[in-house]
C-alpha cells in the first residue's frame, strides 16, 4: 500500500514508501487509539473554527460535523484500525474520507497533528484527573468510616519502627487520609495545568488563519489559551504534573498498604484481612496474603519508573515539537490505569479490613508515657533536660530489673528526681497520656473529633470543575 492510499496526512515530498521497519517504529495506535473521543471534539470544534475564518463553507463545515457523527458511532461500536493506520488521527481521517469523501481533507487545513495531539492528551487528561479524584474520594470514604469507628480505641504509634506514644487508631487512621487530600489537590492543579488550549498553534509558528482561538477555547472547556506557538506544542509539562501526581499518590498508597501488611502479621495482629481481597497459599492451607496490598506496594515502583522516564525525555529536548513525545502518552496512561486499577483494590481491601482493639491497646506499654514523665516534671519547675536525664535512668532501670515503668516501686521515681510525688503513677495511663495532646493535629479526643468534622468538610461536593462550561459551537 502507498502512503497516499494509507492515508497518511504526510508525504508529499517522499519518492518512496517509508520502510516498514520505521512504520512499525512510528505506528503509535496501539497507544493512542484511546484518544479518538477528543479527536472528534476537537475536529468538531476546528471545522467550526474554519467555517468561522471563512475557510470552509457553511455546508462543508457541517458535512464535515455530520461525518465526525458518523466516525465516532463506528468507533464507539469498536470498528479496529488497519494495519496502514499511524495513529489515531490517521484512522479518523481514512473513517472520515470514507464517510464524506474528499471534502474531509479540508479539516487538516491551518492545523498540525503537533497542535493536534497536544490538545487530545490534554483533553483526555483533565477527564483523567476527575476520574482518579473520584476514585481516590472513594478510599478516602473507606477511610473516614474506619476512623470513626476507631475514635475511642488506643493503639501504639511508631517512629523507627519501635514503639513510641499511645495514640488514638482513629488518628493514625486519619494520618494516610490528609495525604490522599494533598494529593487530590495536587491533581486539581494538574488538571488546571492542562486546560490549557494548544490548538491553533500549528506545526510551531501559528495558523495562517483568522481562526477564533477564544471561541476554541469555549467550546472545548479549556480555561486559557497558550501564549507562545512554540512552547504550546512541545509543553508537556502538563503530563510530568499529572505524573508527578499520580506517582505520589501511588507512594501514598505503598505506605498505607505497609502499615496495615505489618499490622496484619501474627507478631501484631492489630487487624484481620477478609476473604475478598486476599489469596491462599499453593502449598500452606493457613496462609491469607494481602496480595491486593502488596500489589499496591510494588506499583509505586512502576509509577516512579514513568515519571523517571517522562522527565528523562523533557530534559533532552530542543524546543518545539520532536517525535520523542509521541511516548508521553505511554507512560502516562500506564500511570493513570495503574492508579485507578489500585485505588478500588486498597478501598475495598481496607472496607473488609477489621480492626482488633483488645491487641492494639494490649500492645501499649507504661514505657511508652516516658515523655509524660518529662513534662511531669517540667510542671513541676525541672528543665527538660534533667527530666530526660531521669526519665532515662528510669527506663534503664526499668530494663536490668526487667519489667515495665510502671512495674518499678515508688521510690525509684523519687530517687531518680526529687520532684516525683505520689501522683507519678496515674502519669503512665494511656488514656490520660492521650487526652493531654488536645493541640489542633494532635490525638487527643477533642482534637480527633475537630480532625473527623474537617475530614467530613474535605469530602463535601465541591462545585469547581476543570471542564462542563464548554460552549456547544455548531455549524447551523
Known amino acids: 500500500m502507498s502512503d497516499h492510499a494509507s492515508h497518511k496526512l504526510w508525504g508529499g515530498r517522499f519518492a518512496i514508501p517509508t520502510a516498514l521497519a520505521l512504520d512499525a517504529l512510528n505506528r503509535s495506535i496501539g497507544v493512542d487509539y484511546r484518544l479518538w473521543p477528543y479527536d472528534i471534539e476537537l475536529s468538531r470544534a476546528w471545522a467550526v473554527a474554519l467555517w468561522g475564518a471563512r475557510v470552509l463553507t457553511l455546508e462543508e463545515s457541517k458535512r464535515i460535523e455530520a461525518g465526525l457523527d458518523s466516525v465516532a458511532k463506528k468507533l464507539g461500536a469498536g470498528v479496529t484500525p488497519l ?64 476512623a470513626e469507628s476507631l475514635e475511642d480505641v ?45 490548538l491553533g498553534s500549528g506545526a510551531i509558528a501559528g495558523c495562517a488563519f483568522p481562526i477564533s482561538r477564544v471561541l ?87 509509577a516512579i519508573g514513568d515519571l523517571t522516564t517522562l522527565l528523562a525525555t523533557l530534559k533532552g529536548l530542543p524546543s518545539g515539537y520532536n517525535k520523542d513525545l509521541q511516548d508521553d502518552k505511554r507512560v502516562l496512561f500506564d500511570a493513570v490505569d495503574t492508579l485507578l486499577l489500585v485505588l478500588p483494590a486498597v478501598a475495598g481491601a481496607l472496607q473488609e479490613t477489621r480492626f482488633d482493639a483488645r491487641r492494639m491497646r494490649a500492645a501499649l506499654s507504661s514505657s511508652m508515657m516516658a515523655t509524660d514523665l518529662a513534662d511531669y516534671l517540667v510542671g513541676k519547675g525541672a528543665s527538660f533536660r534533667d527530666a530526660h536525664a531521669a526519665i532515662g535512668a528510669l527506663i534503664r532501670q526499668s530494663e536490668q530489673d526487667g519489667c515495665d515503668l510502671d512495674g518499678l516501686p515508688l521510690s525509684s521515681f523519687k530517687n531518680a528526681h526529687p520532684f516525683f510525688g505520689d501522683d507519678v503513677l496515674d502519669w503512665l495511663e494511656p488514656t490520660r497520656s492521650v487526652a493531654r495532646r488536645e493541640v489542633p493535629g494532635g490525638t487527643g479526643p477533642g482534637a480527633v473529633r475537630a480532625q473527623l468534622n474537617a475530614a467530613r468538610e474535605a469530602l463535601r461536593p465541591s462545585t469547581d470543575v476543570s471542564r462542563g462550561n464548554e460552549l456547544i459551537l455548531r455549524a447551523i
Not at 487530600?181 to 490549557?196: H, K, L, P
Request: glycine content about 8%; charged content about 20%; proline content about 4%.
Open 154 to 198: 488506643l493503639m501504639p504509634s511508631y517512629t523507627h519502627l519501635q514503639r513510641a506514644q499511645p495514640v488514638s487508631a482513629s488518628h493514625w487512621m486519619l494520618s494516610h487520609f490528609w495525604p490522599l487530600e494533598r494529593d487530590r489537590s495536587r491533581i486539581a492543579t494538574a488538571s488546571r495545568s492542562a486546560g490549557v488550549l494548544p
Open 83 to 146: 494495519p496502514s493506520d499511524e495513529d489515531v488521527h490517521t484512522m479518523i481521517d481514512r473513517l472520515l474520507h470514507d464517510e464524506i469523501g474528499d471534502v474531509a481533507s479540508k479539516l487538516h487545513t491551518g492545523r498540525s497533528r503537533n497542535d493536534q495531539v497536544a490538545t487530545a492528551t490534554r483533553l483526555w487528561s483533565v477527564d483523567a484527573c476527575g476520574k482518579l479524584d473520584t476514585t481516590i474520594r472513594g478510599l478516602q470514604r473507606v477511610m473516614l468510616d474506619h
Open 216 to 302: 476554541l477555547q469555549g467550546s472545548l472547556g479549556f480555561s486559557s489559551i497558550s501564549q507562545n506557538s512554540i512552547d504550546a506544542v512541545g509543553d508537556r509539562d502538563f503530563a510530568a504534573e499529572l505524573l508527578f501526581a499520580v506517582t505520589v499518590t501511588s507512594v501514598h498508597l505503598s505506605r498505607l498498604a505497609e502499615d496495615l501488611i505489618i499490622y496484619g502479621s501474627s507478631e501484631f495482629g492489630f487487624v484481620q484481612f477478609g476473604d475478598a481481597f486476599t489469596t491462599g497459599s499453593s502449598m500452606m492451607p493457613q496462609k491469607r496474603n494481602p496480595d491486593a496490598l502488596e500489589l499496591a506496594r510494588g506499583t509505586g515502583a512502576r
